[in-house]
T-cell receptor
Framework: DTAVSQTPKYLVTQMGNDKSIKCEQN?????MYWYKQDSKKFLKIMFS???????INETVPNRFSPKSPDKAHLNLHINSLELGDSAVYFC?????????????FGAGTRLSVL | AQTVTQSQPEMSVQEAETVTLSCTYD???????LFWYKQPPSRQMILVIR??????QNATENRFSVNFQKAAKSFSLKISDSQLGDAAMYFC???????????FGKGTKLSVKP
């Protein structure tokens, strides 16, 4: 019964390809996030959606496009992949307002661009 | 802009001993939350402990406790009776108000020696 699940766990692809990472949460939360963790382990917010609406969009190349078909899903599509996109991408969710306001994370997707 | 600083890239502790991880943050907000997350080699992000800024009492979760010094903008994590399973990256994180993304420090890698 994984609360926040991401697929795939690992993604190896060639430069220039387009790929998607899927995220689903079964916690009934209304806010979802994408974070990027670089090779130095630094975690940074990319996007946040609340009830399918974009509320945070950090300075991210427009090759990255999040899509939220419903409040339980937030997918990340990346066009024209570059070497620098190699990282671990984490999806997270929280309930706002809600008990403890805790963000729950998925297990991460390790993207390797060759 | 809010920032989170973890000044110890790596720390080491003997099993059963106590270790303190440092974190300072910078904000002009009065309503915020602070968190410590643990990331073991499995890369799953696990919430260790959280602190609401309006609460003076330091949060405690079993062997984990914090020393929250609001005026000094300091939020250190103390791990008592360290166990081998505590070995991981530890991230300090800040969130403004009851919603929004987490802002992470660069992490501290904790090693536990048997």
């Amino acid at each position: 019964d994984t609360a926040v699940s991401q697929t795939p766990k690992y993604l190896v692809t060639q430069m220039g390809n387009d790929k998607s990472i899927k995220c689903e949460q079964n916690l009934g939360h209304d806010t979802m996030y994408w974070y990027k963790q670089d090779s130095k382990k630094f975690l940074k917010i990319m996007f946040s959606y609340n009830n399918k609406e974009l509320i945070i969009n950090e300075t991210v190349p427009n090759r990255f496009s999040p899509k939220s078909p419903d409040k339980a899903h937030l997918n990340l599509h990346i066009n024209s992949l570059e070497l620098g996109d190699s990282a671990v991408y984490f999806c997270a969710s929280s309930q706002i307002p809600g008990t403890h306001n805790i963000q729950y994370f998925g297990a991460g997707t390790r993207l390797s661009v060759l | 802009a809010q920032t989170v600083t973890q000044s110890q890239p790596e720390m080491s502790v003997q099993e059963a001993e106590t270790v303190t991880l440092s974190c300072t943050y910078d904000t002009s907000e009065s309503d915020y939350y602070l968190f410590w997350y643990k990331q073991p080699p499995s890369r799953q992000m696990i919430l260790v402990i959280r602190q609401e800024a309006y609460k003076q009492q330091n949060a405690t979760e079993n062997r984990f406790s914090v020393n929250f010094q609001k005026a000094a903008k300091s939020f250190s994590l103390k791990i008592s009776d360290s166990q081998l399973g505590d070995a991981a990256m530890y991230f300090c994180a800040y969130r403004r108000g009851s919603q929004g993304n987490l802002i992470f420090g660069k992490g501290t890698k904790l090693s536990v020696k048997p």
